[in-house]
């Protein structure tokens, strides 16, 4: 079982930056991979970026420059960078563990676990 917790999250104008954060309860945190997803008002559930546990990093088009996944193993906490935010990144934010060494991390299926999500909110 793991639990996550999500913070960070918010208002800012747009152009401004904030970083989420993912804390996850597992010992073994090291060895799995993380994922950020969002869903805006009307939308489904988008793949945002993920994490491996050998470091490696994947993002989806629409956030490619301007956000930054990381990971503090020591801390069992991920992080998301979010950096020249958008109104159009308005969204719940959620974060999600995969306990598999290998899969597709922009599946949302790929995913055992989820966070409660965090609300950003930029404004215009």
């Known amino acids: 079982q793991v639990q996550l917790v999500e913070s960070g999250g918010g208002l800012v104008q747009a152009g401004g930056s904030l970083r989420l954060s993912c804390a996850a309860s597992a010992r073994t945190f090291s060895r799995y991979a993380m994922g950020w997803f969002r869903q805006g008002p009307g939308k489904e559930r988008e793949f945002v970026a993920a994490i491996r546990w050998s470091n490696r990093t994947y993002y989806g088009d629409s956030v490619k420059g301007r956000f930054t996944i990381s990971r503090n193993n020591a801390n069992n906490t991920v992080y998301l960078q979010m950096n020249s935010l958008k109104p159009e990144d308005t969204a719940v934010y959620y974060c999600?563990?995969?306990?598999?060494?290998?899969?597709?991390?922009?599946?949302?299926?790929?995913?055992?676990?989820w966070g409660q999500g965090t609300q950003v909110t930029v404004s215009s």
């Open positions: 999600a563990v995969d306990v598999s060494l290998s899969g597709s991390l922009g599946r949302i299926d790929e995913y055992d676990y």
